[in-house]
């Protein structure tokens, strides 16, 4: 399946009004209509979070610098559009084309400042930081291990910033790269996950998964110790995100364009899109099954020990080590993200990194989905409302008859639940055996029923993948 990335957010991309309101003018046929009581008379539009993630995109380019992000309103199904200043004809503009609007402080050229500032001065390995949209500012994340005089500086920096630019915030947990997703793949004695499925730029049958699974390890198979069935192709880690393309060895692999949840169920992933503050995700793991929760923040810098990745979306989606490159998704089949690593557990909770899917599907030149005969021996995915049915897995897991997960639902060979191979750090170190969650899947989507929770290895952040 073709997909064509949105483009970026443009921040202040016009000086003054008068571009702006051009660009207003092309999006909104009406926008020189008479403004009185226009901007109190136009209600939010009723969105999918799909929707509201490309209407985001229009508006930022439509109010230029007046535009200081948004977020999706999961309760109302509404995009509200966070807008800089006083200038009424915006906000009437940003209110005809169905957004709720809120006036706002903080410009998006003074939060990249700010988090300018933060690289520059508080880059210490267990911290994080993305803009949060709710409340306008940069939420500044520091882990357990952030103590001492690296604590003294990270707060010391966010005072610098000024009040109202940034909050800080001490997490109970490390973060670390993770290793999973839905199916489990494995190599050079470390564990991760087959994220989604794709076709390379020359044509041939790949997938996508974790840029540190794929610097660590060159060739992966889709049970422990077994024979190859993919090479590294490309892979970013650390830098500008984390993402590999790994291609299948036999060139007639037939690998469906799916996420397998558990229980012989399948989600149909039929493109790929943006992440929306608020939205609701799912996440599916080979080491704790499936999870849910919302996106918390876009563009979020993560220091890692071993380096700073940048460009990541930010969650409340637990993880644990074992779950690094797998899928995150929506209930209607909309690729999000790949694992990255966070803190916390699926007990306690924490937060999740994801790589955009866009991003990395643009940077190897990939097409989401498989080529031709793609999905034959999958199950029926079809679209998965929460707790509905998402279609029998049949023979084949996230990968196809050859991809990782060959002939396996969950809890099968090597699918969510398979045999739990070991586990490894960023140093490839020995993990944990106990890793299934096929049994704990539960219905289709509605992941809070029994998935199994491995156990970390390492409480620093040198943990799994």
């Known amino acids: ?79 509200v559009v966070n807008v800089v200043g006083d200038n009424n004809q915006l906000i009437v503009q940003a209110k005809r084309a169905g957004a709720a609007v809120r006036q706002v402080d903080n410009s998006t050229a003074e939060l990249e400042a700010a988090a300018g500032t933060l690289k520059a001065d508080a880059t210490i390995p267990g911290t994080a930081w993305a803009v949060d949209p709710r409340t306008n500012k940069i939420l500044v994340t520091a882990d357990r291990t952030v103590t001492g005089d690296k604590w003294d500086t990270l707060e010391s920096t966010v005072e610098g910033l000024g009040s109202g630019m940034a909050t800080i915030r001490k997490s109970s947990g490390t973060f670390k790269p993770l290793v999973s997703g839905g199916d489990a793949i494995f190599g050079g004695g470390s564990r991760c996950s087959l994220g989604f499925n794709v076709t390379a730029g020359d044509g041939s049958p790949a997938f996508l998964t974790a840029g540190h699974c794929g610097v660590a390890v060159e060739q992966w198979s889709d049970s422990q110790n077994g024979a190859p069935i993919g090479t590294v192709d490309q892979a ?76 990541l979306i930010q969650t409340n989606v637990c993880a644990e080590p074992g779950d690094s490159g797998g899928a995150l998704f929506t209930q209607d089949g909309s690729a999000i993200g790949l694992t990255s690593g966070g803190s916390g557990d699926c007990t306690s909770g924490g937060e999740t990194f994801f790589q955009p899917v866009t991003t990395a599907l643009e940077a190897v030149g990939a097409t989401l989905g498989a080529g031709d005969g793609a999905g034959d021996g999958a199950g029926a995915g079809g679209e998965a409302g929460a707790g509905g049915e998402a279609g029998a897995g049949g023979e084949a897991g996230a990968g196809g008859e050859a991809g990782a997960g060959a002939e396996a639902g969950a809890g099968g060979e090597a699918g969510a639940g398979g045999d739990a191979g070991a586990e490894a750090g960023a140093g490839e170190e020995a993990g944990d055996e106990q890793a299934g969650a ?21 409480p620093g952040m040198e943990g799994g993948h």
């Open 1 to 79: 399946m073709s997909h064509k990335r949105m483009p970026k957010r443009k921040a202040a991309i016009a000086a003054g009004s008068v571009v702006a309101l051009g660009a207003a003018a092309l999006l909104l046929p009406h926008a020189n209509a008479s403004q009185d009581g226009a901007a109190d008379a136009a209600a939010p539009r009723t969105l999918k979070a799909s929707d509201a993630s490309s209407l985001s995109e229009q508006l930022a380019a439509a109010l230029g610098e007046a535009f200081a992000g948004s977020y999706y309103d999961a309760d109302r199904q509404q995009l």
């Open 236 to 311: 970013v880690f650390p830098g500008e995100g984390d993402f590999a393309l790994v291609k299948y060895d036999d060139p007639a692999t037939q690998a469906p364009s799916d996420v397998n949840i558990g229980n012989g169920q399948t989600v149909a992933i039929n493109q790929a899109a943006e992440a929306a503050v608020g939205q609701q995700v799912f996440r599916m793991g080979s080491t704790t099954g499936l999870n849910d929760g919302q996106v918390t923040g876009l563009n979020a810098t993560v220091n890692y020990p071993e380096g700073t990745v940048t460009g």
């Open 438 to 458: 096929g049994d704990g899947a539960g219905d289709a989507m509605n992941p809070g029923d029994g998935a199994g929770a491995g156990q970390e290895e390492e």
